[in-house]
């Protein structure tokens, strides 16, 4: 194994992910787990060369303060506490920004090396991944987006063709993206891919259906039976791949951590249909995951895409889903992009797309009053998505794309822009 590892212990602080990016950027690698690890699960991760226990606010859980096993102290590693009065260690740092003694702690008690960069972490985790899956077979959801096509770039290049990638086009994918997702993986990177286009499935199930929340639950549970029905015809399985990472985990509860919100990649799928996970970017962040994405040869534009919602185009075309607002969302949302991009705006704000409300509004075209949709165009900047900011988008490219929206795209005579900043309003419509 090619990187020196330090264990963060979590003992209930809020600030593990801080003391995390802070060791990585030291240059050595370091993981947190949770804080009743067993010493023998400690033990089996490759190259610990020390372990922190990071206690904090959140130490009490269910009115008993959270403790570590003391047979880990046995261990011999060294070990250093912050804020976890417990501690039977000596050495106690005494807060986050002390680099001085973090350093003296990583580089002269532990002697780690400061080896951690993207390169050694795909050669670990593709030695680990090999260990773990030997000659058996790993199924994969390929939606296409960030995390899941990491995950299948280092599945790919770990074990080949045992990699079995399977992509739903559920119809509501942006222009063209099911064929790009094709074309890199199976033609570019020669992944064992199945492509399904369930498309006029999806669309069936969501006639007529107006609520958010209940599109939002067809969608994903249709999802899951594609993928259900897709892996039953395969044989052989026993692992599912996971584009898991690190703030999937944190935003799922951890043992000292509320639940903020749930996560599911593929959860749901039948009791009968057990796989073990493989998991291999679980301990990264997102912007990790993109260098790591950018390491494995990804082109640029696949690692990094702006984000874009499970529920794809199905929440952007507003209402119940009909194919001419979908084809509407689908057509001003390409040349959006593809403005955005000539204008160097794609590489500047965070997140833009196009919505399609679902009623008409009266304009002139060919001398008559025609009655035809309008195209909402958001575009926002935010840090972590909570809070958002509209973009100031230069006037002249607004104009541009209304004029090539109007011109290009069917059923659409009028084009607005939404200076709505989160809160009050959300990013999504729906
Ligand atoms: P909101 O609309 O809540 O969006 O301000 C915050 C971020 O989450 C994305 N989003 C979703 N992502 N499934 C997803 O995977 C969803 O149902 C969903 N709804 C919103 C949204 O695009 C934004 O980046």
Same mark, same amino acid.
């Given at each position: 194994?090619?990187?020196?590892?330090?264990?963060?212990?979590?003992?209930?602080?809020?600030?593990?992910?801080?003391?995390?990016?802070?060791?990585?950027?030291?240059?050595?690698?370091?993981?947190?787990?949770?804080?009743?690890?067993?010493?023998?699960?400690?033990?089996?991760?490759?190259?610990?060369?020390?372990?922190?226990?990071?206690?904090?606010?959140?130490?009490?859980?269910?009115?008993?303060?959270?403790?570590?096993?003391?047979?880990?102290?046995?261990?011999?590693?060294?070990?250093?506490?912050?804020?976890?009065?417990?501690?039977?260690?000596?050495?106690?740092?005494?807060?986050?920004?002390?680099?001085?003694?973090?350093?003296?702690?990583?580089?002269?008690?532990?002697?780690?090396?400061?080896?951690?960069?993207?390169?050694?972490?795909?050669?670990?985790?593709?030695?680990?991944?090999?260990?773990?899956?030997?000659?058996?077979?790993?199924?994969?959801?390929?939606?296409?987006?960030?995390?899941?096509?990491?995950?299948?770039?280092?599945?790919?290049?770990?074990?080949?063709?045992?990699?079995?990638?399977?992509?739903?086009?559920?119809?509501?994918?942006?222009?063209?993206?099911?064929?790009?997702?094709?074309?890199?993986?199976?033609?570019?990177?020669?992944?064992?891919?199945?492509?399904?286009?369930?498309?006029?499935?999806?669309?069936?199930?969501?006639?007529?259906?107006?609520?958010?929340?209940?599109?939002?639950? &067809?969608?994903?549970?249709?999802?899951?039976? #594609?993928? /259900?029905?897709? !892996?039953?015809?395969? $044989?052989?399985?026993?692992?599912? =791949?996971?584009?898991?990472?690190?703030?999937?985990?944190?935003?799922?509860?951890?043992?000292?951590?509320?639940?903020?919100?749930?996560?599911?990649?593929?959860?749901?799928?039948?009791?009968?249909?057990?796989?073990?996970?493989?998991?291999?970017?679980?301990?990264?962040?997102?912007?990790?995951?993109?260098?790591?994405?950018?390491?494995?040869?990804?082109?640029?534009?696949?690692?990094?895409?702006?984000?874009?919602?499970?529920?794809?185009?199905?929440?952007?075309?507003?209402?119940? &889903?009909?194919?001419?607002?979908?084809?509407? #969302?689908? /057509?001003?949302? !390409?040349?959006?992009? $593809?403005?955005?991009?000539?204008? =160097?705006?794609?590489?500047?704000?965070?997140?833009?797309?196009?919505?399609?409300?679902?009623?008409?509004?009266?304009?002139?075209?060919?001398?008559?009053?025609?009655?035809?949709?309008?195209?909402?165009?958001?575009?926002?900047?935010?840090?972590?998505?909570?809070?958002?900011?509209?973009?100031?988008?230069?006037?002249?490219?607004?104009?541009?794309?209304?004029?090539?929206?109007?011109?290009?795209?069917?059923?659409?005579?009028?084009?607005?822009?939404?200076?709505?900043?989160?809160?009050?309003?959300?990013?999504?419509?729906?």
């Amino acid at each position: 194994m090619k990187q020196d590892l330090i264990v963060i212990l979590d003992l209930g602080s809020t600030q593990n992910t801080v003391l995390a990016r802070q060791i990585r950027d030291l240059g050595v690698y370091s993981e947190i787990h949770p804080h009743d690890i067993s010493p023998e699960a400690l033990s089996a991760l490759p190259n610990v060369k020390g372990i922190i226990l990071n206690g904090g606010e959140n130490r009490i859980v269910d009115g008993a303060a959270v403790e570590v096993n003391p047979a880990l102290y046995e261990l011999g590693y060294p070990v250093i506490s912050i804020d976890y009065p417990q501690s039977k260690c000596q050495t106690r740092l005494p807060a986050l920004p002390d680099q001085d003694t973090l350093k003296k702690f990583l580089f002269e008690d532990c002697a780690a090396e400061a080896n951690w960069n993207m390169k050694n972490f795909i050669e670990d985790q593709v030695e680990l991944i090999r260990r773990q899956v030997g000659d058996r077979k790993v199924l994969l959801a390929l939606s296409g987006g960030v995390d899941s096509s990491v995950v299948a770039a280092m599945l790919i290049k770990a074990i080949g063709q045992q990699l079995v990638c399977v992509h739903v086009n559920h119809g509501l994918m942006r222009k063209n993206e099911s064929e790009s997702v094709v074309n890199v993986f199976r033609n570019e990177l020669h992944a064992n891919l199945i492509y399904v286009d369930a498309s006029e499935r999806f669309l069936g199930k969501l006639a007529g259906v107006a609520d958010p929340e209940q599109k939002r639950k &067809i969608i994903g549970g249709e999802f899951i039976r #594609v993928f /259900e029905e897709e !892996a039953r015809k395969l $044989e052989g399985i026993d692992f599912l =791949g996971q584009g898991t990472i690190y703030p999937d985990i944190i935003e799922s509860g951890t043992k000292t951590a509320k639940m903020v919100k749930s996560h599911h990649n593929v959860g749901g799928l039948p009791e009968d249909l057990k796989f073990e996970l493989v998991e291999p970017l679980k301990q990264l962040f997102k912007d990790e995951v993109r260098a790591c994405g950018v390491e494995l040869g990804l082109p640029h534009d696949m690692v990094y895409r702006q984000p874009f919602p499970g529920p794809g185009l199905g929440v952007r075309c507003l209402g119940a &889903i009909t194919r001419d607002r979908l084809e509407a #969302v689908r /057509e001003s949302d !390409a040349i959006l992009r $593809e403005e955005f991009a000539r204008a =160097g705006l794609d590489r500047k704000v965070w997140q833009y797309f196009t919505v399609v409300p679902d009623f008409k509004s009266v304009g002139m075209k060919n001398n008559a009053r025609v009655f035809e949709y309008m195209v909402i165009i958001r575009a926002i900047n935010t840090i972590d998505a909570m809070t958002a900011s509209v973009e100031k988008v230069d006037w002249d490219v607004l104009e541009k794309i209304t004029g090539r929206i109007l011109a290009e795209v069917e059923n659409v005579n009028r084009v607005c822009f939404d200076m709505s900043p989160k809160p009050p309003a959300t990013i999504e419509f729906e």
